[in-house]
C-alpha cells in the first residue's frame, strides 16, 4: 500500500507511522492523453488542409505543425506530472493530500485524525468500468464540533483494500479516544465524548 521513494518528509509528529501513500489510478490518465492526441489530429489535418490547398505553402504548415506537436507534448507532459506528483499519504495521525505541479501549483490538504470527533468512510465507484479495473473514490467524512468536511481520495486504485485499511486504522485511532474518554461513575462504565482542541 506504500509507493516506493522516501516518505519520511511527512512524518513530522511525534511517533507517528505511516500507513498508505497511494497515487491515483493509472487509467485517470487515458482519457485527457486521447483527447490531445485526437485534438492534434483534428488541428494538424486543418492545418494541412489550409496551408497545402488554400495558402500553398508547405513550409508553414511544416512550422505550424511543429508548434501544435510542441504543444501537445507540453500538454502530455503536464498530464502525466499532475497524475504522478498527486498522492494521498495516511499516518496513525493525519491524513494528506499532496498536489503539487512544477512551476504552476502547490497544494497540501491535511486532517489531523486526533482533531475529530467521529468518522465515516464512502466508497463508490462509477460504472462498469471501474468496477473492472478496480477504481473507486473514498469520501471520509469528518465531524467536527463547528463544521463538517470532506476528504476524499479519488478514483484509487484496489479501493476496496483501502477502504478496509482505513476503517480499520480510523476504527483503531477511535478506540483509543473512546479509551481515554470512559469514565467510572457508579460501578459502571460510562463513555462521554471527547472534546475537540
Known amino acids: 500500500m506504500i509507493l516506493k521513494g522516501d516518505w519520511s518528509t511527512f512524518l513530522n509528529l511525534e ?28 488541428f494538424s489535418s486543418t492545418a494541412f488542409f489550409f496551408f497545402n490547398y488554400l495558402v500553398g505553402s508547405l513550409a508553414l504548415f511544416i512550422i505550424t ?17 499532475y497524475w504522478y506528483f498527486h498522492i494521498y499519504v495516511l499516518t496513525n495521525r493525519k491524513i494528506l493530500e499532496v498536489w503539487y505541479t512544477p512551476l504552476s501549483a502547490h497544494v497540501i490538504n491535511d486532517v489531523f485524525l486526533d482533531k475529530v470527533n467521529c468518522t465515516e468512510i464512502d466508497l463508490s465507484s462509477r460504472g462498469f468500468f471501474h468496477e473492472l479495473i478496480d477504481m473507486g473514490d473514498l469520501t471520509i467524512t469528518f465531524d467536527r464540533p ?9 478514483d484509487i486504485k484496489n479501493c ?24 467510572l461513575r457508579g460501578g459502571r462504565a460510562r463513555m462521554f465524548a471527547k472534546p475537540a482542541i
Not at 65 to 81: D, N, R
Not at 164 to 181: F, H, I, V, Y
Open 146 to 154: 463547528t463544521h463538517q468536511e470532506e476528504f476524499v481520495l479519488r
Open 65 to 81: 505543425f511543429l508548434l501544435i506537436l510542441s504543444t501537445s507534448m507540453s500538454m502530455v507532459a503536464h498530464t502525466i506530472v
Open 15 to 42: 511517533g507517528e507511522e505511516l500507513f498508505l501513500v497511494k497515487r491515483r489510478h493509472v487509467f485517470v490518465l487515458i482519457y485527457p492523453i486521447l483527447l490531445i492526441i485526437f485534438l492534434t489530429v483534428f
Open 160 to 183: 476496496d483494500e483501502i477502504d478496509r485499511l482505513l476503517t480499520q486504522k480510523l476504527l483503531d485511532s477511535g478506540r483509543k479516544t473512546a479509551e481515554e474518554t470512559i469514565w
